[in-house]
């Protein structure tokens, strides 16, 4: 089991910035890419950005420029680095890990999620 726990999560105003973080815990080993979904209200769940256990990243484009995921191997941590955030970026952000099992399957685990609410 991979326990994942986020923070960072706030009220900012629009232009502002936060930071995210996921802390990764338990049974890490095989943890191949990590990342970021958001869930706004009626909404659903949706992409973010990831990164690998490489370090390659990938972004969803309304975020693209303005967000910035980045991992520390030693600290099992991935951030969300939020500049430039807009109203419609409010959301609950979710960290997720895939780790691959034994058999080659993939599990996909999550944390409980924090607030983002970007208001004036």
């Known amino acids: 089991q991979v326990q994942l726990v986020e923070s960072g999560g706030g009220l900012v105003q629009p232009g502002g910035s936060l930071r995210l973080s996921c802390a990764a815990s338990?049974?890490?080993?095989?943890?191949?890419?990590m990342g970021w979904y958001r869930q706004a209200p009626g909404k659903q769940r949706e992409y973010v950005a990831d990164?690998?256990?490489?370090?390659?990243?990938n972004y969803a484009n309304s975020v693209k420029g303005r967000f910035t995921i980045s991992r520390d191997a030693a600290k099992n941590t991935t951030y969300l680095q939020m500049n430039s955030l807009k109203p419609e970026d409010t959301a609950v952000y979710y960290c997720?890990?895939?780790?691959?099992?034994?058999?080659?399957?993939?599990?996909?685990?999550w944390g409980q999620g924090t607030q983002v609410t970007v208001s004036s």
């Open positions: 997720n890990a895939d780790k691959t099992n034994w058999g080659g399957t993939i599990t996909r685990y």
């Open positions: 338990g049974s890490i080993f095989r943890i191949n890419a």
């Open positions: 990164i690998t256990t490489g370090g390659s990243t």
